[in-house]
Antibody, heavy 122, light 106 residues
Framework: HLQLQESGPGLVKPSETLSLTCTVS??????????WGWIRQPPGKGLEWIGS???????YYNPSLKSRVTISVDTSKNQFSLQLSSVTAADTAVYYC??????????????WGQGTLVTASS | SYELTQPPSVSVSPRQTASITCSGD??????ACWYQQKPGQSPVLVIY???KRPSGIPERFSGSNSGNTATLTISGTQTMDEADYYC?????????FGGGTKLTVL
C-alpha cells in the first residue's frame, strides 16, 4: 500500500516560513491520475485544504491561502513540499499530506500521511 | 466560495441507523465523498463518488447525493463508529470540506 510521511520543523516563529516535505513510498509520485495535496487541521477544529500539485508541476491552491502558499514537487526524490510564508498563531495545526485521486469531476483523498503538528510560536 | 454545511453533532444508539447530512448549493450535481476521523488519527476515506466504498470499509457505510444534500448512512451502528465525519466535494478547482460532524454512539 502507498505510504506518505510528513517531515519538517515542529516549531516555527511568527512571521517566518513554514516548510514541510511529504515523502511518498511504495508508489510513484509520477503516476498518472493523481494530484498530491496538503490539508491542515487546527487543534480541535475541522479540515482545511491548502493546495494540491501534479507531478508535472500543475497546482491548485485554496484561494484564502494562495498569497502565502507554494507547493512544489521533486519527482527524483518522490517528494512534494509545502511552504507557507508569514505564519501567525492561526497557522498552528496538524498538517497532513495526502494523495488526491482525480477521476473527472470526482476528486477525493484516498491515502493520507500520519500528520505532523506545527506550532507557530516565539 | 462554495460551502458545505454539516450538523455539528449526531447521536445514535448502538445497532441503530445514523444519518449525517452535508448541504451545499446543487451538491447533487457534483460528486461527494466522506471521511471518518477518530481522535489522534488521520482521516480515512469511507465513501467516494457519492456512494462507493473503498476496499476494507464495512458494508454498513453507504452514501447518497441528490439535490442540495449528500447523506452518509451507517446501518447497525457500532461503538467503533464513534468519530468525526467530514464531507468533501470539488468546486471551481478547489477542494471543499464540510465543517465536520461528531457522531456519538450511546
Amino acid at each position: 500500500h502507498l505510504q506518505l510521511q510528513e517531515s519538517g520543523p515542529g516549531l516555527v516563529k511568527p512571521s517566518e516560513t513554514l516548510s514541510l516535505t511529504c515523502t511518498v513510498s511504495r508508489g510513484s509520485i509520477s503516476s498518472t491520475g493523481f494530484f498530491w495535496g496538503w490539508i491542515r487541521q487546527p487543534p480541535g477544529k475541522g479540515l482545511e485544504w491548502i493546495g494540491s500539485i501534479h507531478y508535472t508541476g500543475s497546482t491548485y491552491y485554496n484561494p484564502s491561502l494562495k498569497s502565502r502558499v507554494t507547493i512544489s514537487v521533486d519527482t527524483s526524490k518522490n517528494q512534494f513540499s509545502l511552504q507557507l510564508s508569514s505564519v501567525t498563531a492561526a497557522d498552528t495545526a496538524v498538517y497532513y499530506c495526502a494523495r488526491l485521486n482525480i477521476p473527472p469531476g470526482n476528486y477525493y483523498f484516498d491515502y493520507w500521511g500520519q500528520g505532523t503538528l506545527v506550532t507557530a510560536s516565539s | 466560495s462554495y460551502e458545505l454545511t454539516q450538523p455539528p453533532s449526531v447521536s445514535v444508539s448502538p445497532r441503530q441507523t445514523a444519518s449525517i447530512t452535508c448541504s451545499g448549493d446543487k451538491l447533487g450535481d457534483k460528486f461527494a465523498c466522506w471521511y471518518q476521523q477518530k481522535p489522534g488519527q488521520s482521516p480515512v476515506l469511507v465513501i467516494y463518488q457519492d456512494n462507493k466504498r473503498p476496499s476494507g470499509i464495512p458494508e454498513r457505510f453507504s452514501g447518497s447525493n441528490s439535490g442540495n444534500t449528500a447523506t452518509l448512512t451507517i446501518s447497525g451502528t457500532q461503538t467503533m463508529d464513534e468519530a468525526d465525519y467530514y464531507c468533501q466535494a470539488w468546486d471551481s478547482s478547489t477542494v471543499v470540506f464540510g465543517g465536520g460532524t461528531k457522531l456519538t454512539v450511546l
